[in-house]
């Protein structure tokens, strides 16, 4: 056996280091004592029992019962899916937890945070943000809150994907005109399916040769638009939201004018000829 390798191995999955060791040796040999496995496995003795408690519990180990209590190991086959589904329902009870105890939180400090921000700033109605995942909230918030009018240039890699998202066909079933500009060579058959789903819908789609920026504008005057750092090796996008009537109405001239020239390449005929 690779014990080395092993051993690692284990502690990757999340055993520790004692515990690790201490299965490999109960794998080579029918069964132990818990001070002859403390031996073997160099595992201190007042650590010994500990260790073979969380062994069992998470299903490497079990014990047999006879004048003195043994351990054996459990089959690798059984124990290692059976220890990662235990964690995955633990991870996901967590996350339920903190998911739940999260919606409080947010309500009761935004009190707190306009209270704090009582006195405009200067550039208020901008902010950047650098984390795909809370420019995935930014979006979809004002993707729920639109009205009249939702413009997008739409272009890899997505923080959301406009046609992954449920919200733009609630959107339009709320009335609101949506329209999509997306950039060449970025569809697969699965999202040219979801194009014609969307155009049955009514919403809008054509495609550009290229886009010089991701962007959408909700009606008229908050959006965000995002831009590829210029520096960096890795591509990586800096969103800016807003929330300005003059930048608006200039990122929906700047949809008009792709909107136009990408004429005659509507979802339909992309759907038929691509």
């Not at 080395?4 to 690790?20: K, P, V």
């Not at 589904?85 to 306009?114: C, F, K, N, W």
């Not at 919403?203 to 750092?229: M, N, Y």
């Not at 004018?257 to 005929?269: I, L, M, P, V």
Request: charged share 25%; aromatic share 8%; net charge neutral.
């Amino acid at each position: 056996m690779d014990f080395q390798r092993f051993w690692r191995r284990l502690q990757q999955l999340g055993l520790n280091a004692y515990e690790a060791r201490s299965y490999l040796v109960l794998i080579g040999h029918t069964r132990f004592k818990a001070l002859e496995l403390a031996a073997r496995a160099h595992v201190p003795r007042q650590k010994i029992y500990e260790v073979l408690d969380s062994l069992v519990e998470k299903g490497f180990a079990q014990v047999v019962q006879e004048k003195t209590k043994l351990f054996s190991a459990v089959e690798p086959s059984l124990a290692i899916p059976s220890y990662l589904a235990q964690r995955a329902q633990a991870v996901q009870q967590e996350l339920t937890d903190q998911s739940r105890m999260a919606g409080g939180l947010i309500d009761d400090l935004a009190t707190s945070y306009s209270e704090g921000q009582g006195g405009r700033g200067t550039l208020d109605f901008l902010r950047i943000v650098n984390d795909p995942g809370q420019t995935a909230v930014h979006y979809r918030k004002m993707l729920s809150e639109v009205r009249g009018e939702y413009l997008e240039f739409s272009r890899p890699p997505y923080a959301v994907d406009p046609l992954d998202e449920q919200l733009v066909k609630s959107a339009r079933e709320r009335g609101v005109s949506c329209r999509l500009l997306i950039e060449s060579g970025t569809l697969d058959d699965a999202h040219r399916q979801r194009l014609d789903e969307y155009t049955a819908q009514g919403v809008e789609v054509r495609q550009a040769l290229s886009l010089p920026l991701k962007l959408a504008v909700f009606d008229g005057g908050r959006g965000l638009i995002a831009l590829l750092d210029p520096v960096i090796t890795k591509p990586t996008w800096t969103s800016v939201v807003f929330e300005h009537g003059g930048l608006g109405e200039a990122m929906k001239g700047l949809f008009e004018n792709y909107w136009r020239a990408a004429e005659g390449t509507r979802a339909a005929q992309v759907s038929n000829n691509v």
